[in-house]
């Protein structure tokens, strides 16, 4: 099998910390793999009222417009619109976009209205303003249910050390994309059946509007990384 490049973003709250399972799973099958920060997520110490979704973007553009082969450009979660946003930026660096149980969004739609739409999902009504409007948390009690329900107790218990507050300002940003440079790089959809954070009637809602090919399913919660992650090892090596 021929080696690709994957860049791996991760969703709201979370770092490059979530993906240490899956990075030894695809670099055993030949694959480069790189798992960049996000500003002010994860280990990066960027002052969050500086983030905007438009410098996550171009971020994740330059890092992909660095690398010696068009990439792989996976988002999970909110990584959605900021793969979708870099897609934008630069269509010719990117071999694919990958969303796994993402925000998936047409033009001018935001995260913030998206997630509201889902009125299945435990997420809206539990976030909780942090740092003065900037950042926001996950209501405590229902961490465990919304994002880790078919983890292992240590895996949760790891990422209650990592959670990072998620900066605010990108989530009610509206997406900016075309469909003559976002819409002509290929999309698959990773979806995760058993997701209470971006349930399955959202995600297929989403891969409606736009659709993509392939699309896989996942008998996972939303954190698929840990409690799937042979399986989507291997879904993305197949790529």
Same mark, same amino acid.
């Given at each position: 099998?021929? +080696?690709?490049?994957?860049? *791996?973003?991760?969703?709201?709250?979370?770092?490059?910390?979530?993906?240490?399972?899956?990075?030894?799973?695809?670099?055993?099958?030949?694959?480069? @793999?790189?798992?960049?920060?996000?500003?002010?997520?994860?280990?990066?110490?960027?002052?969050?009222?500086?983030?905007?979704?438009?410098?996550?973007?171009?971020?994740?553009?330059? =890092?992909?417009?660095?690398?010696?082969?068009? @990439?792989?450009?996976?988002?999970?979660?909110?990584?959605?619109?900021?793969?979708?946003?870099?897609? #934008?930026?630069?269509? #010719?660096?990117?071999?694919?976009? @990958?969303?796994? +149980?993402?925000?998936?969004?047409?033009?001018?739609?935001?995260?913030?209205?998206?997630?509201?739409?889902?009125?299945?999902?435990?997420?809206?009504?539990?976030?909780?303003?942090?740092?003065?409007?900037?950042?926001?948390?996950?209501?405590?009690?229902?961490?465990?249910?919304?994002?880790?329900?078919?983890?292992?107790?240590?895996?949760?218990? %790891?990422?209650?050390?990592?959670?990072?507050?998620?900066?605010?300002?990108? *989530?009610?940003?509206?997406?900016?994309?075309?469909?003559?440079?976002?819409?002509?790089?290929?999309?698959?959809? =990773?979806?995760?059946?058993?997701?209470?954070?971006?349930?399955?009637?959202?995600?297929?809602?989403?891969?409606?509007?736009?659709?993509?090919?392939? @699309?896989?399913?996942?008998?996972?919660?939303?954190?698929?990384?840990?409690?799937?992650?042979?399986? %989507?090892?291997?879904?993305?090596?197949?790529?």
């Amino acid at each position: 099998m021929s +080696s690709r490049t994957f860049v *791996l973003i991760a969703g709201a709250w979370h770092g490059a910390w979530c993906w240490q399972k899956i990075v030894p799973l695809l670099e055993a099958r030949g694959h480069r @793999v790189l798992t960049p920060e996000l500003p002010a997520t994860g280990a990066d110490t960027s002052d969050p009222a500086e983030v905007t979704l438009e410098l996550w973007a171009q971020f994740i553009a330059g =890092i992909v417009g660095a690398s010696p082969e068009p @990439v792989n450009l996976l988002g999970h979660s909110r990584g959605g619109v900021v793969i979708s946003r870099a897609a #934008e930026i630069a269509p #010719e660096r990117l071999r694919r976009l @990958v969303y796994l +149980s993402a925000y998936l969004l047409p033009a001018g739609s935001t995260l913030a209205q998206s997630a509201r739409e889902d009125h299945e999902s435990l997420v809206p009504a539990n976030m909780i303003p942090a740092a003065a409007g900037i950042t926001c948390n996950l209501r405590g009690s229902v961490i465990r249910d919304a994002l880790f329900g078919l983890c292992s107790e240590d895996d949760y218990q %790891l990422a209650l050390t990592q959670m990072r507050p998620e900066p605010l300002k990108p *989530l009610v940003t509206p997406l900016r994309v075309t469909e003559q440079r976002f819409g002509r790089v290929p999309r698959t959809y =990773i979806e995760c059946s058993q997701d209470r954070t971006i349930t399955l009637a959202a995600q297929r809602r989403m891969q409606a509007a736009l659709p993509c090919d392939p @699309v896989l399913t996942l008998a996972s919660d939303h954190s698929p990384f840990f409690s799937q992650a042979a399986a %989507l090892a291997q879904m993305l090596g197949g790529l």
